[in-house]
């Protein structure tokens, strides 16, 4: 797939198929990871690929299986959503943060070696590594899609990192910033509007 037309098609996916993803995808998906950008070019990242249902139920089983609609609309009054398409992303995410993991075909776990505090940075460059791995993930993404695929991620929230590493056995050197959920995108996937963005107005030619 032409590189333009994966960064345009390219949605988060939180509705999949009941379809199995194979090593050979997963493993090309990973290599391409492998190609981003990197801070201290050691590019010392691994990834967790989770396709075992009972290691995929433990492992989410700290995550909330949904929220009520009274919850939902109280969240998106603290959180101060104002903008309409935020909102309606936002309904159609929180309620599904659990079921978009459990239903992926794999669960992609990240992991950067973090070694200071990564939630108090003595200055930016400690948070190069961080940044790094992030470049990995878009790169999953975007060859995720061009193989036909869609992923969602997720945040870890409280104590949910903490969590995976007990589950997954990762070593505490290592740092989870995100779970990927990876699969087949519904035929009704939900798909909510991007908000519209004028470049030109974006763009500062020469001073802001
Ligand atoms: C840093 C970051 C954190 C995100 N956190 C979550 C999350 O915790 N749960 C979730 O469902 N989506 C999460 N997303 C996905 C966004 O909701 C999504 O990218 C955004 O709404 C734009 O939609 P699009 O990806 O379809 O263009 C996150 C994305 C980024 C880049």
């Known amino acids: ?10 949605r988060t996916v939180r509705d999949f198929e009941n379809e199995s993803i194979s090593t050979e995808v997963l493993e090309k998906i990973i290599e391409a990871a492998f ?11 691994h990834f967790i690929i989770v396709r075992d249902k009972h ?14 609609d009274d919850d939902m609309e109280a969240l998106i009054k603290d959180w101060n959503l104002n903008d ?14 659990y079921r978009m993991l459990f239903d992926a075909s794999a ?7 973090q070694k200071t505090d990564i939630l108090h940075p ?20 975007l060859s ?15 104590n949910e ?3 995976a590493r007990n589950i997954l056995n990762f070593p505490d050197y290592y740092f989870m910033p995100c779970f990927i959920g990876i699969g087949k995108p519904k035929s009704n996937a939900v798909s909510v509007k991007q908000k519209e963005i004028n470049i030109k107005e974006r763009i500062h030619w020469n001073k802001f």
């Open 161 to 163: 990192a903490e969590y």
């Open 107 to 113: 669960i992609i776990i990240p992991l950067l070696k």
């Open 35 to 45: 190609k981003a950008p990197t801070n201290d070019h050691m590019r010392d990242w």
């Open 55 to 68: 290691v995929t139920a433990k492992l989410l089983d700290i995550i909330p299986k949904g929220i009520s």
């Open 84 to 97: 309409s398409i935020q909102q309606e992303c936002y309904r159609n995410a929180v309620p599904k943060q």
């Open 144 to 158: 995720a899609t061009a193989e036909g695929y869609g992923c969602n991620l997720r945040i870890p929230l409280g």
């Open 122 to 141: 003595d200055n930016i460059s400690h948070l190069n590594g961080f940044a790094s791995i992030w470049c990995s993930i878009e790169n999953i993404f």
């Open 1 to 10: 797939m032409e590189l333009y037309k994966a960064i345009n098609i390219r």
